[in-house]
């Protein structure tokens, strides 16, 4: 539908972004009786934002289910959470969020979404994530099919370029988009779902400086934060800090945007990881990888150029997931390094080192083995064997951004908290745009789409209510 | 870097030759292997997952086992026009056309899959052509044209032993070089792989057979892992697979209706026409009907199928097999409904006119695919057994 038709024309509540969280909001309202209206930034074929790139919800369970082992409870996802966060989270939120996860995920297969036992590499979330069948395009194939079924007008390429705020009422959206006239849209309410900016390189550069021309984006390039701006500016609340993000380290060659999952390199506990300089930075055995791999982003960002390199050698190789790209190879270990463009005489004297200060153990990637360093820093903990069998290998790492924190201050109703400490009028926010408020740092995985959804329903529900009176 | 191993090297839409098929079906496999989103709707994911590299024999297995659900298509977020454009259901179909085009005995019969719904239909038109003037010529005009009734009357259009001869040996030579390419097929599949080369046994062999037989007769990877394909569209459907049914079990039913009229009268000393109760023509008539839904539905789904992830190089193909078998299924029933008015004796000669088209072309067109799958998931039956993702 081209949003030139609505110029002018009035809904209950207008939802701005089109992925997990505002599409669980827009089926919510429209089911209430609001008459709604979906604004996605992208064209048809890239809707869903981050959504698409998903691939499981984190739920609370207290009995295992045909998709989940065991049982995971209320107390432990919340401890959880603190771990990661450091404490870094708003405690009534966020048990209200994982005591709503099971009815969510419930929810979301009432739309008829299926879901799969944990994937082939993620036995390690088997307990505690609910696999989407097909991945999260398959979410998000299912729930614009439910919008649809329900009533809701979905506008692609409408991306949200002006907010009429009246003090903290909203009053109407413009809409931009390719090449039409920007369009008019006003709504008894507002629910904003439109992501972070971590597709905004000139916001992200306010943070990191020139490092931010070297992160990639693993997802949708529409996360602008053009809507999270609007917010800011009319004075709603700001949550989270602005450097926060989920980042893991991917593979270098990966497109600026939109790699997604499958740019990951997985082969770091089974080797080391030099900077530009060939030199190593941080402990590659600390954990297991699903636990670790969502701090090497950070890590590779702190390195000069924002370059890492995981060399391994011919003993692993098919121990973890074959990456996308091939492997950098060489017969020897010099030779990679020019291959790299590392210092050849540096990378070998790291290899060595690293090599000599390898103790004798029984190597085993599935438990915290007792294969580790001695006198070497910084040590290799686990996993640690002499890299000597060739071919040697190298993958280059980049950060590659998830999502960003920064965000609007929601309340337990998902209603968006302006900056003098009122709530706003009829303005609720859902999704990475007001994550931060659970997660300060740190990243529990499957949570994002358990937030989105938890809160998409709960902000439907309240933004049809608010339409209506 | 430019990230050329992963953006396709040949345009998407561009028919493809051999080798630009193998590599662009390795390149999107490497993607999958990288991201195993899917691996719950299908075998094809869970076979991938078992390897690391993928040659030839690799693909031809993979392919064999796609059923062509799209499930992996609708639900990618690579699909096109993402600069990583995988689309899976397209470059597997055409992966399966050169599969069927080297495991073709007399190997030179093999050059009939390029452009396979023309060569069906002109060796279709021949065959016909030929029975018609062969019956104009060699018949009696009294049986051809006239109203001929009872037993015999069929019999004096094309003589009985000159039925059982022509078409016992197109059929005797179909299932030859079916059977051929089946166990070319299952030595060309999977070469290089972990587990080939070894002996594998008869206990697992026949559980595998027997595995491999239910997952076909209940098309069991038609259902997208539960809700059915994204056939024809994106929503879930089970649209495909029942037509695909009424159709496969239509065609098994007028075999069978063949096979208990050649016991009648060999067996049981009765001749043609049976009577319409009779249990031949039951099973013709039941069989009949699925011949004509089935294969209409089929048509009419592919009518409105999303194009995208359809292989247009596949398309004469499977038109010509679909309308071949609706052919023979109108034709059959036409025959029964005018069997005892003058239209008979010509009605009859274009059945079996059809008829011998469909068993002439059978191992040089879509029926192969049934014969190929079923060795793909026997084989699959036996990696799943004793093999461990990587």
Redesign the interface.
């Known amino acids: 539908m081209n949003h030139n038709e609505l110029n002018g024309e009035s809904f209950d509540v207008v939802v701005a972004g089109g992925g997990n969280a505002a599409l669980c909001a827009a089926v919510t309202a429209a089911r209430a009786g609001a008459r709604v209206a979906i604004l996605e930034a992208a064209p048809r074929?890239m809707r869903g934002g981050n959504s698409?790139?998903t691939?499981n919800i984190r739920t609370m369970h207290v009995a295992p289910t045909d998709v989940l082992v065991e049982a995971y409870a209320e107390d432990e996802y919340f401890d959880d959470l603190m771990r990661v966060t450091g404490g870094v989270t708003d405690e009534r939120l966020a048990r209200m969020v994982i005591a709503q996860s099971g009815a969510a995920v419930r929810w979301l297969g009432n739309q008829?979404l299926?879901f799969?036992?944990a994937?082939?590499?993620t036995l390690s979330l088997a307990r505690t994530n609910a696999?989407?069948?097909?991945?999260?395009?398959?979410l998000v194939?299912v729930l614009y099919?439910a919008a649809e079924a329900a009533g809701v007008r979905v506008f692609y390429d409408a991306p949200v370029t002006g907010l009429d705020i009246d003090g903290s009422r909203f009053q109407a959206a413009t809409v931009g988009g390719s090449g039409a006239a920007p369009a008019r849209i006003e709504g008894r309410a507002l629910v904003v779902a439109a992501g972070g900016f971590e597709a905004n390189i000139d916001w992200l550069r306010e943070y990191w400086g020139a490092a931010a021309d070297n992160f990639l984006i693993r997802g949708t390039p529409y996360n602008r934060g053009e809507v999270l701006r609007l917010l800011l500016d009319a004075d709603a609340a700001r949550i989270g800090d602005p450097k926060q993000c989920h980042a893991v380290a991917i593979d270098?060659?990966?497109?600026k945007f939109?790699g997604?999952?499958?740019?990951?390199v997985d082969a770091v506990p089974f080797g080391i990881v030099v900077n530009r300089n060939a030199g190593r930075f941080y402990d590659e055995g600390e954990d297991f990888w699903p636990k670790r791999y969502a701090i090497w982003g950070r890590l590779v960002a702190a390195q000069p150029d924002q370059i890492g390199h995981v060399i391994i050698d011919a003993k692993p190789?098919?121990?973890f997931?074959?990456?996308?790209?091939?492997p950098v190879m060489a017969d020897r270990i010099g030779e990679l390094a020019t291959r790299l463009g590392l210092d050849p005489i540096v990378l070998q004297e790291t290899v060595s080192a690293f090599n000599r200060s390898c103790q004798p153990g029984e190597f085993d990637h599935n438990v915290l083995d007792d294969c580790r360093t001695e006198g070497l820093a910084p040590a290799k903990t686990h996993w640690a064997r002499p890299i000597d069998t060739p071919p040697f290998r190298a993958y280059?790492l980049r950060p590659g951004i998830t999502f960003t924190y920064l965000g609007v201050k929601v309340d337990a109703t998902a209603r968006m908290q302006m900056a003098d400490g009122h709530p706003s009028d009829n303005i609720f926010a859902a999704g990475e745009i007001m994550a931060g408020n659970l997660l300060g740092k740190g990243y529990l995985a499957g949570i994002g789409m358990t937030i989105g959804a938890v809160f998409g329903r709960i902000a439907g529900r309240e933004a049809a209510a608010r339409a209506r009176n | 870097m430019p990230a050329t191993d992963v953006t396709p090297a040949t345009s998407p839409s561009a028919p493809h030759e051999r080798a630009e098929i193998l590599a662009e079906a390795e390149r999107q496999m490497n993607i999958c292997n990288a991201c195993r989103y899917c691996e719950g709707h299908c075998a094809v994911f869970p076979a991938m997952e078992m390897r690391l590299s993928f040659g030839a024999g690799d693909l031809a297995y993979l392919a064999n086992l796609c059923h062509d659900c799209r499930a992996c298509y609708q639900h990618c977020q690579y699909a096109p026009p993402h600069e990583f454009a995988v689309n899976l259901p397209r470059v597997l179909s055409e992966v399966r056309s050169l599969s069927y085009e080297d495991t073709a005995w007399p190997r030179a019969f093999g050059r009939l899959y390029r452009a396979n719904g023309l060569a069906v239909g002109i060796i279709t038109a021949i065959v016909l052509a030929t029975f018609v003037t062969g019956a104009v010529v060699l018949a009696d005009p009294a049986a051809l044209w006239g109203v001929n009734r009872g037993v015999g009357s069929f019999y004096a259009v094309i003589p009985h032993n000159v039925m059982v001869v022509l078409f016992g040996a197109a059929f005797g030579l179909a299932m030859i070089a079916l059977g051929v390419a089946t166990v070319r097929f299952w030595r060309g599949m999977g070469a290089g792989v972990a587990t080939s080369g070894e002996n594998i046994g008869t206990g697992p062999c026949v559980a595998a057979s027997a595995r491999a037989l239910h997952d076909a007769a209940t098309l069991r990877y038609l259902d997208g892992g539960g809700d059915g394909c994204t056939y024809p569209g994106e929503a879930p459907s089970m649209a495909r697979r029942w037509f695909h049914h009424l159709t496969a079990y239509g065609f098994l039913l007028c075999f069978a209706a063949t096979c208990v009229a050649t016991l009648y009268h060999y067996g049981l000393g009765i001749e043609a026409p049976y009577a319409v109760t009779s249990v031949p023509v039951v099973l013709g008539i039941l069989g009949g009907i699925g011949l004509i839904v089935g294969p209409i539905g089929l048509l009419w789904l592919r009518h409105v199928a999303d194009p995208v992830p359809a292989d247009p190089g596949r398309e004469g193909m499977d038109a010509a097999f679909i309308f071949l078998l609706l052919a023979t299924s109108i034709t059959g029933l036409a025959l029964l409904a005018l069997r005892e008015t003058a239209a008979m004796g010509l009605l009859l000669t274009v059945h079996l006119g059809i008829v011998m088209g469909l068993f002439v072309t059978l191992p040089y067109g879509k029926f192969v695919h049934g014969f190929l799958r079923l060795a793909a998931l026997a084989r699959y039956a036996i990696e799943k057994k004793r093999g461990q993702a990587l």
């Open positions: 074929h698409r790139h691939r008829g299926r799969q036992p994937l082939g590499g696999h989407f069948l097909g991945g999260g395009k398959a194939n099919r270098g060659r990966a497109p939109d997604g999952i499958v740019t990951r190789v098919g121990r997931i074959p990456p996308v790209f091939p280059s």
